[in-house]
């Protein structure tokens, strides 16, 4: 049964509902990231179990609750504690041994799970990475809304705020975004956007 799609999977649930299956439309393989995800996890980072992997088909744990994006827009969330767990989350990750960076990480990408906040979406991840690059990621992510016309763009820039008050380190924004504009799931709109989020970053 189809659950949801996104700019380059579909998720489906299995029949006995305790696991999705998310496909990811261009093919490719899924082992490098399913074998992440097993690492985070042994390293007690909040990530889906996974249950196997082959090709571009990834069957992991299904999770019940919002997403952070849902708990602001329905309010119970502020986007102020959405930014200070964006940056509880990259800490943490950041504190993983191997120098695992996310690369996509925004409030769609984390679940309010029964356990807690879950992080999702693992397919950009790196290892090896400066941490700077990954909370610079975040932070253009949200500043990008944050100078939308979103009708919650204001929450974005409260979020992107209260993420750069809570985050330690300085942050690679050229290279983030460089990253971004090579994104080829980017609409010419949200391409050309980029330069003012940049600043609203900069401002912040």
């Known amino acids: ?33 399913a074998a992440l995800m097993v690492r985070l996890a042994e390293a007690g980072y909040p990530v889906p179990a996974v249950r196997r992997a082959a090709g571009p088909d990834l069957v992991m744990e299904r999770l019940r609750g919002p997403s952070l994006s849902e708990a602001v827009l329905s309010g119970t969330h502020t986007p102020e504690e959405a930014g200070r767990l964006l940056a509880e989350l990259l800490d943490r990750l950041h504190a993983v041994p191997g120098g695992v960076a996310h690369l996509d990480l925004h409030p769609e990408n984390v679940l309010l799970a029964e356990r807690g906040p879950v992080v999702i979406d693992w397919r950009t991840a790196r290892e090896d990475t400066d941490p700077g690059l990954d909370r610079a990621m975040t932070a253009l992510l949200l500043a990008e809304v944050a100078v939308s016309p979103a009708p919650y763009a204001g929450g974005a820039a409260a979020a992107l705020a209260a993420l750069l008050a809570a985050c330690a380190g300085p942050l690679r924004l050229a290279e983030a975004r460089a990253l971004r504009a090579a994104d080829p799931h980017l609409t010419e709109a949200e391409v050309a956007g980029l330069g003012r989020a940049v600043e609203l970053v900069r401002g912040a």
């Open 1 to 33: 049964m189809p659950l949801g799609r996104g700019r380059t999977a579909d998720v489906y649930a299995t029949d006995d509902g305790a696991w999705v299956l998310r496909r990811y439309r261009d093919g490719g393989d899924t082992a490098r990231e």
